[in-house]
């Protein structure tokens, strides 16, 4: 499908309906950047989750999981640097008084260039036809040469003007390229300020003894923090990694695009601790292995791409996002940041710990280097949601909703659906799901016709669908039918579960896409 603002309004109305994800305290008209994950949302978020946990913890020997707290001590934050330096760079357009990230800003201006590219390649393929070379066009055009440098040239000084703290010359450069409020259509700004993201709260019943709080920003500092005990007691060397999954707030400045940027979110983070010097070839290790995972889940190679950090944080000595492709257009969907001993050293200072490993192979003590990956399952979740929306036009000229969500993070797996409410078969039907029920989501079905059921299951993203119909009573047989290809194949009841079991099991789901 077509990815666009109509169908991202779409996917949102099609999330509510389907019973993914809602406002949050809708009753009193919603909290802003505030989301529910509903009964199938909340399904499939459990499922990336596991999906992320079991490649990323089961799957290497040298990587562990924790669970620490929302809730930190306060010299942490400060160590860290997100009291001084956790701020985006806000400006407000005096018209219509409504406020912008300045780097976002700049950001789809040259989203804008991204698309005059595109619009050439379409019109080189409609005039080459078959003998286009897509390539060799996007790096010989002289048009696109120069659109693409327009875009990096923005991007370079914008990342060295932030860097600098230089907010006069993000402002200035917001007016060079005569960027207008989307809403007031003018030029309006005014200066570009810091905001700091971090939400605080209180410790404590007595306004005298309360402490300050944070709420966290991002879940990493509760892997430093636990550093020293997690090696100690897993009996891990270095090279190994310690991953994570966990809530994350930001006080985002602006919170628009529904799941994308929210205030109170789910982070899926691995840092991994390496020996000085080695970091930028695990940072390389890294960036490949998470690329393909995301390939993994069989959304479409095409959907994704490396964007390396011109403006690196204080604490990165290298740092890319792996871009998806929204409705809204590339988007980052996980940093992988080399984020050097900064982290670990700044706690040695501040807490006054020696937070220094000994490396038994070197015989020698060090602070270990750290590469960290970091997901947002919320992105995530829309990732796989905006992919999978499609409507498909049918060979009888009908046409169909369907959520070709990947069968290993769909929400049910199985809908059991008896022919007739009678003759015995809805009690067929049941024994079918008590004998699948603990291995795989399944859920019984036996309102309307059978025809609506398969279109409601094909919308909710239900890969399967099992029907039981009077043959069923005499030969122990029933119908499988594809969500996807909504072909029809009978099958005994003894063989569902395996029929199925690509949709848990992460080994047949991948051994099934390389088919
Ligand atoms: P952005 O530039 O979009 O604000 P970021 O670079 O600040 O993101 P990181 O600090 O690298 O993000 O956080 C790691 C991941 O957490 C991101 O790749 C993203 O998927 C997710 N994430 C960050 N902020 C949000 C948010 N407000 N809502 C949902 N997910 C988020």
Redesign the pocket.
Known sequence: MAKNDDTFRKVIAHAKEYGYIFASSEIYDGLSAVYDYAQNGAELKKNLKDYWWRSMVYGNQDIVGIDASILMHPKTWKASGHVDAFN?PLIDNKDSKRRYRADVLIEEHVDKLDKKIEREVKKAQKRFGDAFDKEQFLETNERVLRYKKEGQDILKRMGESLAKEDLADVKALIEELEIVCPVSGSKNWTDVRQFNLMFSTKLGASADSAMDLYLRP?TAQGIFVNFQNVQQTSRQHIPFGIAQIGK?F?N?IV?RQF?????E?E?MEMQYFVKPGEELEWYEHWKQKRLEWHYSLGLGKENYRFQDHENLSHYANAAT?IQFNYPFGF?????I?SRTDFDLKAHETASGRNLKYFDPFENKSYIPYVVET???L??LVLAVLSNSYQEEELENGTTRVVMKLPAIVAPVKAAVLPLVRKDGLPELAKEIIEDLQWEYNVQYDDKESVGRRYRRQDAAGTPYCITVDHQTKEDGTVTIRDRDTMEQERVKISEISNRLRHTVSARDWIAQLKK
């Open positions: 985006d991002e994350a930001r985002e919170a799941i994308f940027r929210m205030r979110f982070q996002d988007r980052e969907l996980e940093g940041h970091s997901i947002g919320d992105r």
